[in-house]
């Protein structure tokens, strides 16, 4: 099936939890990639509901990258060192520490381009190497959305 192409992911700034700045979505690297936005500091619970699945797929297929990205609201730029590092504290493995992309700032910047409408769960995006966004779903992995996704990831 041939998806009409959706939006291009916005541009915008962000810094992994190894601490390097970088410009989404130039850092995802990926032929196609499943990007993990989180909204709320409970939802890395969604988020880690999918990483199983993705792992998996991600190891069968080396063009195949997964990021979360946690969006922290403008009030806490101030101490985004202390929440990153607390984050990082936390992580220690350095491939989840280089997939983890914090944007912090007018989390408007995502949703409005992006038409997320409700910040009250997770969005999941699948985004091609050129920065379109092919897939767009809510909430924690569900085998039908994940298989959904795949089939967009692949152009079926």
Known sequence: MRVEPG??????????????????????????NVVLIAFRRN????????????????????????????????????????IDGGMAAGIR???VLRRTLTVYGDIGQLTR???????????????DGAGTVCWSGRGGYDPTAARDLEDHLYDR
């Open 113 to 127: 381009p992006l038409g997320i409408d409700d910040t009250s769960t997770i969005t999941v995006l699948g985004v």
């Open 43 to 82: 939802h890395q619970d969604l988020v880690d509901t999918w990483l199983p699945w993705l792992t998996e797929h991600a190891a069968a297929d080396p063009g195949l990258r997964f990021y979360e990205v946690p969006t922290i609201g403008r009030m806490w730029a101030p101490v985004r060192n202390l």
């Open 93 to 95: 493995v350095p491939e």
């Open 7 to 32: 939006p291009a992911f916005p541009r915008v700034k962000a810094r992994n939890l190894q601490g390097l700045d970088v410009l989404l979505p130039d850092a995802f690297k990926g032929e196609r």
